[in-house]
């Protein structure tokens, strides 16, 4: 009876790390890269322990689980295919190889805003107790994708201020220097100004009157008048 409670109790105990054991199967690094800028790069790492996988696909979950990347490892040998048509040419992978079981580096290249998701890797393998093929997902890796650093768009925006604050500043200085130039212009023509004396128009040349001298004129007879028409010496 004791031996059956002991062997219960180190069952127990052995589980979890049974359990441990086959869930670190898989992994994939790192968990998440963001704050990068577009057409840059990331790269992540998927591992397992299984000692001869059958092939690997790279999966991307939001806005639909769509697989992008398929990797067959039969004889040894990988056989790349890329399954999405917008990664073509994008996805380069390197193979390494670890104490115990496989891996593979993927860098990711030409990376935009569309590309912010969570990529994961999933390993096939033939499992012998069964029969079948099998799958073991990783947690996956999320990829954020923004257009500038946060950091950088708010040093953007101060220097931006800055510069707006220089143009209000000269254009202000500029302004108050040419009103000051003019006010001070109108006070010195108001100090030597003199007013102008009113000129008369000349007056037109009047036509002189010049008297003909009247000529005196000799009669036969005594006259003492000079007018001809006086009649008194006559008569």
Not at 123 to 130: A, D, G, L, P, Q
Not at 178 to 188: D, E, F, M, P
């Amino acid at each position: 009876m004791k031996a059956h409670l002991w062997n219960c109790v180190l069952g127990l105990l052995c589980m979890p790390a049974e359990v441990l054991l086959s869930s670190w199967t898989v992994s994939q690094d790192p968990l998440s890269i963001s704050l990068m800028r577009t057409n840059s790069a990331a790269e992540i790492t998927c591992t397992t322990s299984l000692p001869d996988p059958l092939g690997f696909v790279l999966y991307r979950r939001f806005n639909g689980e769509r697989e992008l990347l398929y990797l067959s490892l039969s004889n040894g040998r990988v056989t790349k295919n890329t399954t999405a048509a917008e990664f073509v040419g994008r996805i380069h992978v390197v193979n390494h190889q670890i104490r115990k079981g496989h891996g593979f580096t993927l860098r990711l290249s030409l990376l935009w805003q569309e590309d912010t998701d969570l990529y994961y890797c999933s390993w096939k393998h033939f499992r012998t107790e069964t029969k079948t093929v099998e799958t073991m997902p990783s947690k996956g890796t999320k990829i954020i994708v923004r257009e500038r650093d946060p950091q950088e768009q708010c040093g953007i925006h101060i220097v931006d201020l800055v510069l707006i604050a220089l143009c209000v500043t000269s254009f202000t200085v500029i302004l108050i220097l040419c009103l000051g130039a003019l006010i001070w212009r109108c006070k010195r023509f108001r100090k030597h100004f003199k007013p102008a004396r009113a000129v008369n128009p000349p007056r037109p040349n009047r036509p002189q009157h010049v008297c003909a001298q009247q000529e005196v004129q000799h009669y036969p007879y005594l006259i003492t008048s000079t007018n001809p028409l006086d009649f008194r010496g006559i008569l």
